[in-house]
Structure formats: structure tokens, C-alpha cells
Antibody
Framework: QVQLQESGPGLVKPSETLSLTCTVSGGSVSPHYWTWIRRPPGKGLEWIGYIYFTGSTNYNPSLKSRVTISIDTSKNHFSLTLNSVTAADTAMYYC?????????WGQGTPVTVSS | DIQMTQSPSSLSASVGDSVTVTCQARQGINNYLNWYQHKPGKAPKLLIYGASNLKTGVPSRFSGSGSGTDFTLTISTLQPEDIATYYCQQYHNLPYTFGQGTKLEIK
């Protein structure tokens, strides 16, 4: 069964860059879409964007100027980079397989933006 | 963005009850609607895709219906392990959007 595991720093300073990696096991990143989603405390889920295994991407316009999703097929993982973070970026971050219908998700990793 | 509105935001029911959660899209989304179950500390789980298709392995007490703007998730015979927050999600238009969630508790 496909399993996803998010990893990265749990604390990021304001104005700095948030970087997370999602490692996929039990399956290949090819030929799938891969998605990042987040849930700020006390709020609902927010779709961040997705990447196809070929490298093509689609981002939420609300984050588009600050977000990059990349994929490394040789390492079977994909990554999220979010620039110029503020406290509003504090959230639980999830990675998932699939584009419109993410069918396997990671357990999530908490990220706090604070000095 | 397509706003998705779920109701109720929280729900308390007894084991064995039938439970219904509704999700309304601000504009028509055909049947491009998924339902997820999320238990604290665990990975969210896809239950239903395409409004009414049960994902393989999901208990048959879960069902989904609807098309256009109005959708429902029904749990026919509530079990203790169904305690979770349930989310709807549209994938008709980018950016994909979620409902705010329905927290289900057992009485």
C-alpha cells in the first residue's frame, strides 16, 4: 500500500522559507499527480497545489507568487517550498497522491511560523 | 473560487443511528465531489469520489449522493469508529476547495 511521509522543520521564522518533503513508499511517483494541502489551526483544509510526475504544476492563486512544488523521480519524493512566510502560514501540512481526488494522504506535519 | 458549505458543523449521534452531512457548492460542480474522513493524528481518508462512488475497502454503511450544487454523505448505521471530522471537496474548478468540516461525535 502506498504510504506518504512529510518531513521538514517544524518552526520557521517570519519572512523566511518553508521547505517540506514528502517521501513516497510502497509505490512510484510515476505516473501520478501529487498534492500539497494545509489546515491552519481552527480552520478548514486549503489546497496548495499539485505536480504531475512530469513536473507540470498548478497552484492556488492565493499562494502562487510564493509557492513552488517540485518532484524528484529518482528519489521518489516531491517537495513544497513557500517563500516569505508569515504567521498565517502556520498550519498542519499534508501531502497526498492524486490531483482532483487525492486518495492517499500523509499524516501531516505541523509548521509554526514564529520568531 | 467555488465556496463549499457543509452543515452541520458538528453533530452528536448514537451508535446505530443514521447520520447525514450535507455539502452545498456555490455553483454547479456536476458530480466532481469527494468526501474525506479525518481522525486526529491520522492521515485523512478518501471515502467517496465522484459524489457517489465508494472507494474500495470503505464500509458499505457510507454512501454519497447528489449532483450540481447539493450533496449528502450518509452513514447508515453509526459505529464508534466513525468518530471523526468529515470534509467535502470539489474538483470541478481550480483551485480545488473544501468544506469547513463536520465534526461527528458519539452521544
Amino acid at each position: 500500500q502506498v504510504q506518504l511521509q512529510e518531513s521538514g522543520p517544524g518552526l520557521v521564522k517570519p519572512s523566511e522559507t518553508l521547505s517540506l518533503t514528502c517521501t513516497v513508499s510502497g509505490g512510484s511517483v510515476s505516473p501520478h499527480y501529487w498534492t500539497w494541502i494545509r489546515r491552519p489551526p481552527g480552520k478548514g483544509l486549503e489546497w496548495i497545489g499539485y505536480i504531475y510526475f512530469t513536473g507540470s504544476t498548478n497552484y492556488n492563486p492565493s499562494l502562487k507568487s510564493r509557492v513552488t512544488i517540485s518532484i524528484d523521480t529518482s528519489k521518489n519524493h516531491f517537495s513544497l517550498t513557500l517563500n516569505s512566510v508569515t504567521a498565517a502560514d502556520t498550519a498542519m501540512y499534508y501531502c497526498a497522491r492524486g490531483g482532483g481526488t487525492p486518495d492517499y494522504w500523509g499524516q501531516g506535519t505541523p509548521v509554526t511560523v514564529s520568531s | 473560487d467555488i465556496q463549499m458549505t457543509q452543515s452541520p458543523s458538528s453533530l452528536s449521534a448514537s451508535v446505530g443511528d443514521s447520520v447525514t452531512v450535507t455539502c452545498q457548492a456555490r455553483q454547479g460542480i456536476n458530480n466532481y465531489l469527494n468526501w474525506y474522513q479525518h481522525k486526529p493524528g491520522k492521515a485523512p481518508k478518501l471515502l467517496i469520489y465522484g459524489a457517489s462512488n465508494l472507494k474500495t475497502g470503505v464500509p458499505s454503511r457510507f454512501s454519497g449522493s447528489g449532483s450540481g450544487t447539493d450533496f449528502t454523505l450518509t452513514i447508515s448505521t453509526l459505529q464508534p469508529e466513525d468518530i471523526a471530522t468529515y470534509y467535502c471537496q470539489q474538483y470541478h474548478n481550480l483551485p480545488y476547495t473544501f468544506g469547513q468540516g463536520t465534526k461527528l461525535e458519539i452521544k
